[in-house]
């Protein structure tokens, strides 16, 4: 079982920047295939914003580029947020790909507020 925490959320003005952080951890061995970051907004649905494979490839949705950027060192990853928008409002996700022993599946976070507003 791997285990999937967030922090780094808040409420900041539009045009401002926050550091959302997502560490991985297990009481077994695991390997971690990706990582990335989703988010809902108030009445609608869970989408990705950002995803870091295992080689360090990254993919990100349209509203997003060039303003935010995922990296990852291990077992934590990073969601760099610039030049926030209030549309960007919503509850952050991080999700990691992970497998222990023969099993591979994708694990949660329970997510982290962001609110952009002046």
């Known amino acids: 079982q791997v285990r999937v925490v967030e922090s780094g959320g808040g409420l900041v003005q539009p045009g401002g920047t926050l550091r959302l952080s997502c560490i991985a951890s297990g009481s077994e061995f695991f390997r971690i295939y990706g990582m990335g970051w989703h988010r809902q907004a108030p009445g609608g649905q869970r989408e990705l914003v950002a995803y870091?494979?295992?080689?360090?490839s990254t993919d990100y949705a349209d509203p997003v580029k060039a303003r935010f950027t995922i990296f990852r060192d291990e077992k934590t990853s990073y969601l760099q947020m610039n030049s926030l928008r209030p549309d960007d409002t919503g509850v952050y996700y991080c999700?990691?790909?992970?497998?222990?022993?023969?099993?591979?599946?994708?694990?949660w976070g329970q997510g982290t507020q962001v609110t952009v507003s002046s």
């Open positions: 870091i494979n295992q080689d360090g």
């Open positions: 999700v990691c790909n992970a497998r222990t022993g023969d099993f591979r599946t994708d694990y």
